[in-house]
């Protein structure tokens, strides 16, 4: 069964179909802006226009506007293909990327802010966090540090090894089917900023 993967959730627009396990087509462009005119045509790009029986789209953390579209879009196709869907962490994306040994994942979050999660052989080692820079660079000790703040955690704190990483989709076969899940609910890995008068 084909299966087509869906990342949205950070400056890169990135998608995937596999047949079972194998890589069949993938598109990555980094746009920073504009996921929304950019999903659907490159969906459209990949042999048979991308249609698949599975379908795996990004829940976040990460850009709120690219995470609702992603999953605008995986709902939409879901439905048209009669197609089961299926939702996975950003994070966990980034650390099926490096899928050996441990390693911390830092991305861009919010309000100048960091998100962080450390993982080994592609499962979490502990909770998503949405950490000022200093915090997050006092708090693990992981030596090892891929995502898109990478280098910046490891200059900040004067250690480790650091590997710049966009959320790419053609690692989804990696990905731990236990962080799977049904459920399509966004994670902003934040608290949200506006709050309901008391």
Known sequence: MRMLTIECASEACSIALFEGDALVAARHEVLGRGHAEHLVPLIASLPGKGRA?????????????GVRIGLAAARALG???GAAVLGYPTLALVA???PEGE?????????GQWFVQPFRGGLPQGPLASLR???AAAGFGCERVIGSRAQDLVSLRGYGTASFMLPDA????????????????PLYGRPPDARLPA
């Not at 390693?103 to 309000?111: I, K, N, S, Y």
């Not at 690692?171 to 089917?177: F, I, N, R, V």
């Open 53 to 65: 029986g599975a379908i795996r789209v990004s829940l976040g953390p990460g850009s709120f506007t």
């Open 79 to 81: 439905l048209a293909w």
């Open 96 to 98: 099926a990327q490096n």
């Open 103 to 111: 390693a911390l994942v830092c991305m861009a979050g919010g309000h």
């Open 133 to 135: 820079p200093a915090d």
């Open 170 to 185: 053609s690692a989804a076969s990696g990905l731990p089917k236990r962080l799977l899940t049904s459920s399509l609910a």
